[in-house]
Each structure stands twice: as structure tokens, then as C-alpha cells.
């Protein structure tokens, strides 16, 4: 998972360098999905279920805390798991006791709640989510976190053309759910906080 120590050193240079970290869920071997014999099925779950191990590992094992200076993006999968793990890591952390002698893993200070946690590195423009325009679950994303972790994230040239990218760039900037401002936030932006491109 991505909260081990192997990993430390990849997060401890890219702090170092100030570069943005991408992780993308599309490994979808060994996760109960290996016998489905539709590709179409796989893709599915497989990007949202290998996004929220990735991004689990990196919280329960409290990595940007110990690089406070680093940003991750979770992309191609979506806005939706994000919602998921809020709620189903404060649900079983408030029923389970973690105990933690190293000092290595998520401490919550006292009243904290993981999705607290999580928004407060969000806030921090620390965590970045990638997603598409035509997201029903991206409105709902907005009204839970905010709008500074969104990212649209078009996958260009793969799986979309010219013509896709701008249908969803279009449903993006039609919806009557979004401010202005928030629908540029998600178009262009987060992406330039992300990736330091101001």
C-alpha cells in the first residue's frame, strides 16, 4: 500500500522538489475482480476501488503529515470515491481503536474526525481529485470538501477524442449547479495550484 515505508523516500523527494505526485487506480489484478469477464465491468470498479486503497494508505499511515509539503493527486476515477471514503473511514474509526507505539499511523487530535482530517489537507491544497464534466456526484463533492480539490482530468488521448473532451468541458460550464467561478476553478485552477504552473 502506499502508506509504507518503501514508499517514504519517493514522498520525502518530491517534497523536496516541490513536484506533485499523481496516483492512478487502473491495477486492477488481485482486488476480487480477476474472474469478471466484462472489460467494461472491470474499468468500473477497478479505477475507483485501487484509488481509495492508494488513498486510504496514505491517510490511515498519516503520510502528509509526516511531508507536510506534499500534494497528491487521485485521478481517473472519479469524484464520487472520495464521498465513500469520507464517510466510511469516520464510520470505522469511530468504532475501532487503532493502537499506534510507533507513532506512525493517522493520530486524530481529540473531536477530530477522519473526514476533518481530510478536509483540513484539502483546505491545505494538498489532496487533488481528477474528474470528468459529466459527474453527478461532482456537485455533491463540491458542497461536502469545497472546491479546491477538483481537477478536470480529460485522459487525453486515451479512451476520449477532441470532440469528447469538449462535450464534457461543455456539460461542465452548462450546469446550472455551479458557480462561475467555481466551474473555472475545476477547468483550470486547482490544475495550475496542483502542478505550480502559476
Known sequence: HLGSKEFWPVYQEAERLGCALAIHGGAHDGMGLDDLNHFAAIHALGHPFGVMISFTGIIANAILDKFPGLRIGFLEAGAAWLLFCLERLDSSYGAFFQKNPRG???????????????????????????????????????????????????????????????????????????????????????????????
Open 104 to 198: 506512525e499511523l493517522l493520530n486524530l487530535a481529540q473531536g477530530e474526525r477522519v473526514s476533518d482530517h481530510i478536509k483540513r489537507h484539502i483546505e491545505a491544497g494538498r489532496i487533488y481529485v481528477g474528474i470528468e464534466g459529466d459527474e453527478p456526484e461532482l456537485v455533491r463533492g463540491v458542497q461536502v470538501v469545497g472546491i479546491k480539490p477538483w481537477i478536470y482530468s480529460s485522459d487525453f488521448p486515451h479512451e476520449v477524442t477532441n470532440e469528447t473532451c469538449k462535450e464534457e468541458i461543455q456539460e461542465l460550464r452548462e450546469s446550472d449547479e455551479l458557480l462561475a467561478a467555481q466551474k473555472e476553478a475545476i477547468l483550470s485552477q486547482n490544475a495550475e495550484k496542483f502542478y505550480r504552473l502559476q
